[in-house]
């Protein structure tokens, strides 16, 4: 009461009104500050105060002690009692939380996250006036404040008003049968300013405040008390979660409401992933082991679950990306499809790994495995096998492949090219019908892309032209530049064999290709790609309008295409070709393994001359072992 009154600077006791005002007098005369504090009558014993009432010198001060070796006015909790920290360790498992020393105090205390501030009593004033300033610039942080009952006369009432709850602990890590005082334990809860739930949280306060304060609680275990603790701020937590701007969410910020909308699109896509029998048969199991635990009187089998950190820790920023490219519009159906939109979780790895020291910490190697460190978000568990494999289920897959070329429209187009080719006169035409004849025919019998196409080098394939008077298989080549799909040598070129006319239906891709090569080299041009037209380099769509209009004037003459086939929208110049000529070498039998090998499929292919495999990824240019097995692929066409 004496310190109470002192601090308060009055008291309606007469008594202790009278010692106020003398002390604070003798304050004034003597210039100087006098402290009052309580103490517990177990510590009076121990500095001897109690037994010099008795005339018993043989205690404390009175056998020549210090004073102030019996008022620890300077010691915190943690020092006092280690135990302490690890207790409340265990009760913000999952919280990811920040144990402030006396320099954070002044530096981190105003950063997101939750906080653990363990002041002396003797300074504990000071972290009242700054848990203010934290709690009024970032509301949505949790804080304990743990000080031991001493000089409570400078601090106590005003942290009761600077935060939410608190209670006493005497038990456990904290004995007051050798601390003696009890130790105080403060908590200020997170809220929302643009939402703070206030009824919630004052559903939570009655419901675990009124037990942590109950008197029977004295005879709760540690443990026990530690989990209710645990489930409080759990729950209260819960009420201000993730924070991914760094900032509350403003009804003013048009953006904030579409993050949240967002946030919930991708919880909503994490559930997905699992079904609701396999979610009820893991919360049933989960029952029974506990039930089980219970009456054996054994520790919870399963970890506590905790409570996720106030801060990005999921790859949640990452997941909104995908989801806001996910609604963009598609080519075929409305929105674009989910191999479209998957390839952006690529970009964050990408990134990182382009940046200082990404790559440098290896956790395990032997010979040829590597693993390494990732702290990119899209890798975390959430993201991997939660998320975006709920995504995938909720968004579905279409898939949807070009239109392959009949070898009957093939044939068609060749006699119209022919026939165009002969009639004009034009050399500006005639390149333009020579161009989509090897287009057309030397694709086919290579199987190559749109793409690999515009890779092919004029220099190379030309010089290759001598193969065509080989008496046993004329032939040529078609030197691809760089790198394609399946052959990922970095500045490696290779040849595909093509014979001059197939054997299977008399296509003749040799006539284009050395119509074309004459064409290119009268006008002066003897380097740089086969097709190069405006563009340096060429792209796919100055071709476009030549490729669709050859298949729509068979399309009008013929019944080799349907009348209802949208040319423009189900083929493609990209893989149209392709897809043609896998359809047709099944059909004349040739070999899967040589199919796979022309679609440069990561397949081996081995040579019945040398008996050595060789990966597709390999210059061509030096297994000439090979190929008379490549010309067999496209001589069967």
């Known amino acids: 009461m004496a310190e109470q009154a002192y601090s308060k600077?009055?008291?309606?006791?007469?008594?202790?009104f009278e010692l106020v005002l003398e002390l604070r007098l003798m304050e004034m005369r003597l210039d100087m500050l006098i402290h009052v504090i309580h103490v517990s009558g177990k510590r009076m014993i121990q500095q001897g105060t109690d037994g010099l009432s008795r005339g018993d010198h043989s205690q404390g001060v009175m056998r020549g002690l210090p004073i102030l070796q019996f008022i620890p006015l300077h010691q915190d909790a943690f020092s006092r009692s280690p135990g302490v920290r690890t207790w409340l360790e265990n009760v913000l498992k999952g919280f990811d939380p920040n144990f402030l020393t006396p320099e954070g105090w002044f530096e981190h205390h105003h950063d997101f996250g939750n906080y653990v501030w363990c002041p002396p009593p003797a300074a504990a004033d000071v972290v009242v006036d700054l848990l203010g300033k934290a709690r009024h610039k970032r509301p949505e942080g949790l804080h304990l404040v743990v000080v031991p009952r001493l000089m409570t006369g400078r601090w106590r009432r005003h942290l009761q008003r600077g935060t939410d709850f608190h209670f006493l602990m005497d038990i456990g890590p904290w004995d007051t049968d050798t601390l003696l005082e009890p130790l105080l334990i403060f908590i200020a809860l997170p809220f929302r300013v643009h939402d703070p739930r206030l009824k919630e949280q004052e559903k939570l306060l009655e419901k675990y405040g009124g037990f942590l304060r109950q008197a029977w609680m004295r005879k709760v275990s540690s443990g026990s008390r530690r989990d209710?603790?645990?489930?409080?701020?759990?729950?209260?937590?819960?009420?201000?979660?993730?924070?991914i701007m760094g900032r509350n969410p403003s009804i003013l910020v048009e953006a904030d409401k579409e993050?949240?909308?967002?946030?919930?699109?991708?919880?909503?896509d994490a559930f997905w992933l699992r079904e609701s029998s396999t979610v009820r048969g893991n919360l049933a199991g989960a029952l029974r082991m506990e039930k089980t635990n219970d009456r054996l009187g054994m520790p919870s089998t399963t970890p506590p679950m905790g409570l996720y950190p106030l801060r990005d820790a999921w790859g949640m920023q990452c997941a909104l990306n995908i989801l806001d490219r996910s609604m963009d519009a598609g080519l075929y159906e409305e929105k674009v499809q989910y191999e479209t939109f998957r390839k952006m979780r690529s970009v964050p790895t990408n990134v990182t790994q382009a940046?200082?020291?990404?790559?440098?910490?290896?956790?395990?190697?032997?010979?040829r495995s590597r693993v390494w460190i990732s702290k990119v978000p899209t890798h975390s568990f959430w993201f991997s096998t939660r998320f975006m494999v709920g995504l995938h289920k909720r968004h579905g897959e279409i898939i949807k492949q070009d239109w392959p070329l009949p070898i009957e429209v093939l044939h068609a187009v060749g006699k119209l090219l022919e026939s165009q080719w002969r009639r004009t006169s034009d050399k500006g035409e005639r390149k333009r019908c020579e161009e989509m004849g090897v287009w057309f025919t030397a694709g086919f019998c290579a199987a190559l892309r749109g793409e690999e196409?515009?890779?092919?080098?004029?220099?190379?394939?030309?010089?290759?032209?001598?193969?065509?008077?080989?008496?046993?298989?004329?032939?040529?080549?078609?030197?691809?530049?760089?790198r394609t799909k399946g052959n990922q040598l970095s500045g490696a070129n290779f040849d595909l064999p093509c014979v001059a006319t197939?054997?299977?239906?008399?296509?003749?891709?040799?006539?284009?290709?050395?119509?074309?090569?004459k064409t290119i080299h009268d006008k002066g041009r003897y380097t740089g790609r086969l097709f190069q037209r405006k563009l340096l380099p060429s792209r796919l769509f100055e071709f476009e309008d030549d490729f669709f209009t050859l298949l729509e004037r068979v399309q009008a003459t013929t019944d080799l295409i349907r009348e209802d086939l949208d040319l423009r929208d189900e083929a493609g110049i990209s893989r149209t070709i392709r897809r043609g000529a896998t359809d047709h070498a099944v059909?004349?039998?040739?070999?899967?393994?040589?199919?796979?090998?022309?679609?440069?499929?990561?397949?081996?292919?081995?040579?019945?001359?040398?008996?050595?495999?060789?990966?597709?990824?390999?210059?061509?240019?030096t297994l000439t072992s090979l190929k008379p097995t490549f010309l067999r692929y496209s001589n069967s066409f």
Request: hydrophobic residues 40%; contains cysteine.
């Open 9 to 16: 600077g009055s008291s309606k006791s007469e008594q202790l």
């Open 587 to 621: 059909n004349m039998g040739v070999a899967d393994n040589l199919i796979r090998a022309m679609n440069r499929w990561r397949s081996e292919i081995r040579s019945k001359d040398s008996g050595v495999g060789h990966t597709m990824i390999v210059r061509y240019t």
């Open 502 to 517: 197939t054997a299977g239906t008399n296509l003749r891709p040799g006539r284009w290709i050395e119509r074309l090569v």
């Open 453 to 482: 196409m515009l890779q092919i080098e004029l220099a190379g394939t030309a010089n290759s032209l001598k193969f065509m008077k080989d008496e046993a298989t004329p032939h040529f080549c078609l030197r691809i530049l760089g």
């Open 228 to 243: 209710l603790l645990r489930e409080f701020l759990r729950d209260a937590r819960a009420l201000c979660p993730m924070n």
């Open 355 to 367: 940046g200082v020291g990404a790559m440098d910490n290896v956790v395990g190697a032997y010979e």
């Open 259 to 268: 993050i949240e909308q967002l946030i919930i699109r991708a919880t909503l």
